[in-house]
């Protein structure tokens, strides 16, 4: 079955950095698209990033343009989030989703991966 496993959370302080990594098993992505979404404490959950497997097309939320680049190594099955000046604003557990081959419904979601950003 389709399993998605995030690491790289933490500790980090404003301004820091962190890289988050999703690796993905079960069957082949090639014409999914994989995202990362987050969840903060009392909020919704929203999406900061997204990639298509095929052309490497990405997405970024408004919330973390400029700071944060998502990238993918299709031989492995993995895909990352490189979080560069982290606010505290960033702290929440962050999930890895991927959607069926050619949809856009994300049907595939990971445990999760919490990163807590200290003013």
């Known amino acids: 079955q389709v399993q998605l496993v995030e690491s790289g959370g933490g500790l980090v302080q404003a301004g820091g950095s962190l890289r988050l990594s999703c690796a993905a098993s079960g069957r082949t992505f090639a014409s999914s698209r994989m995202g990362w979404a987050r969840q903060a404490l009392g909020k919704e959950r929203e999406f900061v990033a997204a990639?298509?497997?095929?052309?490497?097309?990405?997405y970024y939320a408004d919330s973390v343009k400029g700071r944060f680049t998502i990238s993918r190594d299709n031989a492995k099955n993995t895909v990352y989030l490189q979080m560069n000046s982290l606010k505290p604003d960033d702290t929440a557990v962050y999930y890895c989703?991927?959607?069926?081959?050619?949809?856009?419904?994300?049907?595939?979601w990971g445990q999760g991966t919490q990163v807590t950003v200290s003013s």
């Open positions: 990639i298509n497997w095929n052309d490497g097309d990405p």
């Open positions: 989703a991927a959607t069926r081959p050619q949809q856009l419904r994300y049907d595939y």
